[in-house]
């Protein structure tokens, strides 16, 4: 029989292959990415992980065991207390500053991926919240190994090292075993699971054509 985690895989599987041939993502690897566009991203990941350390600490509150609760827990805080941070040095060396990221507005993109997200987390199940969150961790984890073994240029590579490191494949590890352990309804799961990739891919779009954004008030 083969396990939820690879069931969700091949259901999502030409999004996630859309996502790898993304020309952001290429361009990432090839060094052809224009340095505003990746600017203009770096912006909006950092919204998005707001979110994202949104969507964990929900996911440690509705986590039926202490084992997965500490986990989302730790995960929230690490994102809260390093992954910010470490955004922020990152972005500076790319000249955007703290007030830039600070002051940025969710882009369409960045505002459907993180609703969607903490929507599932709140008024779904637990195991549906884990196939929504999946994505997030195996999909930057396989991009970034991908990357890394065929990378041409070293312009992105402190961006591709991080995701191809052997932490975030583990993380990407723990989420898979997450899928096989959790009870749910398979169905559900491939539905938030599949909407999550599909969000993701969007993300790419949106990055590799950033639209004109007002400032924040
Ligand atoms: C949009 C998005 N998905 C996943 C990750 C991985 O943390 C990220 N940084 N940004």
Avoid: K
Avoid at 98 to 115: C, M, N, V, W
């Amino acid at each position: 029989m083969t396990s939820v985690s690879s069931a969700l895989r091949a259901a999502a599987a030409p999004v996630w292959d859309a996502s790898l041939a993304h020309p952001f993502v290429r361009g990432l690897g090839d060094g052809t990415l224009d340095e505003t566009a990746f600017r203009s991203y770096i912006r909006q990941d950092y919204r998005f992980l707001i979110d994202y350390a949104r969507l964990l600490s929900l996911g440690a509150a509705r986590a039926p065991r202490v084992e997965w609760m500490r986990r989302f827990a730790g995960l929230a805080s690490s994102v809260l207390e390093i992954e910010l941070s470490l955004h922020r040095a990152f972005a500076g060396r790319w000249g955007v500053s703290i007030a830039e990221l600070e002051s940025e507005r969710a882009a369409p993109a960045t505002a459907a991926y993180a609703d969607f997200l903490l929507r599932v987390a709140s008024l779904g199940d637990f195991a549906e919240l884990c196939a929504a969150v999946a994505p997030c961790m195996w999909g930057y984890a396989e991009i970034g190994v991908a990357l890394a073994a065929s990378a041409t240029s070293d312009r992105y590579a402190e961006w591709i090292d991080m995701y191809a490191s052997a932490e975030f494949g583990e993380l990407a590890a723990w989420s898979r075993s997450l899928l096989d352990e959790v009870d749910g309804d398979v169905e559900r799961m491939t539905e938030a699971f599949v909407t999550s990739s599909e969000h993701e891919l969007r993300f790419w779009d949106a990055a590799a054509a950033p639209a004109p954004r007002p400032a924040a008030g």
